[in-house]
């Protein structure tokens, strides 16, 4: 050792230590929180017993016996609770994963909007802020379900698009794709090609910095998509069998079909969320100094660049955090879709409820979807704000 260095720092164990206290106080904290759970759950567990209620997760394995009207995967009133509340989970992701994407999209138009020179559409954007935000989103789906449920046509005689496409109470009808082991690979692709549009991209980032020049990114990164997933299509044999819709007397039939439940649900929580995005995305906007918005105009960028290539980027930052909590909104509101009859996972929680008295534990399954996916978009939206923060040299 040398003997100029001065002697490395003792650690003292002693309650004069300021990091000791903070460890002791932390441990403290966590036995406390550790000892009201299990005083809680003891409690309730002791109750149940006391009043001869049955409790544990067992009733899962049973057969559910009861059916399901809209499904993303198969399932039978014989199959067991678990795969019951898996067709929720899935109903509820559908709902969404749809609706974020398209909150985000309305939304942002309607964020730009309030800068428009046209003060009609900037009026018409104020207008839409002010009259969604304000009204109850419950109040908001059961106006839509009314609607689609009863100013649309019967069934028997639903609106057609060339005869293609219905409309009518029953919900839409349309031709769908018979699933086959090409559509897989079609799949299979297009996740190739958005490997390939994302290193196109980083490509195309890279040119601009070196050179100024922006080149066109979103119509050959659509293309990369779309061409992948025509090479897998083609690889899985070409499948091109379809399953189209038919009027009849009482119902349409056949095709694809998205229910009025579904639509009431998507349409009120996007409609109702995007609201509140567009004020997000306008006070990002508006975050942006005066002076960025000047030297764009004197580059001489045109006003659509000028919002793309630098506005925006800049107002992601103050975007993307409150951002994450309308997302969440959304993700948590689904949660009223019980109330117009969409089978979600508190739907089939609510009828496991009534059919086995297993209360506690179809609660505590409900809080542990919607945790895990609030955990997940607040995980990717962090992630997705690291990345896009603006880091200085």
Known sequence: MNPRQPPPPRREWSLRSRAVRGVLYQVIALGVIGFVIWFLAHNTMENMRVRGIQSGFDFLTGPAGFDIGERLIPYESIDPYWKAF????????????????????????????????????RGL????????????????????YLLLTEALPDPGSPLTLGGLVFLSKGGISFPAPEWAAGHAWAVLG??????????YGRRAKVRFDATGDAPHKLLPQLGLVLGFAVVGWAVGGAPNEWRMPTSGEVAVTGGGEVTPEFMAVLLGLTLYTAAFVAEVVRAGIQSVPL????????????RGNQMKLVILPQALRVIIPPMTNQYL????????????????????????INQT?????????????????????????????????????
């Open 125 to 144: 954007c104020y207008g839409y802020v002010e009259l969604f935000r304000n009204v109850p989103i419950l109040l908001q789906l059961l106006m839509w």
């Open 190 to 199: 297009a996740l190739a090609g958005v490997c390939a549009a994302w290193f």
């Open 86 to 121: 898996l067709v929720g989970v899935a109903n509820t992701l559908r709902v969404a994963i749809i609706g974020i994407v398209l909150t985000t999209l309305l939304g942002t138009a309607l964020g730009i909007g309030r800068f428009s020179h046209n003060a009609i559409v």
């Open 329 to 352: 909104n959304l993700t948590k509101n689904s949660s009223l879709a019980v109330a117009i009859g969409y089978p979600d996972v508190v739907s089939i929680a609510n009828t496991a």
């Open 291 to 302: 002076g960025q918005v000047e030297a764009a105009r004197a580059l001489g960028l045109p």
């Open 357 to 393: 008295g297993r209360a506690v534990e179809c609660i505590t399954i409900i809080m542990a979807v919607y945790l895990t996916t609030s955990l997940a978009t607040s995980g990717f939206m962090n992630w997705y704000n690291k990345r896009s923060a603006i880091k200085e040299r």
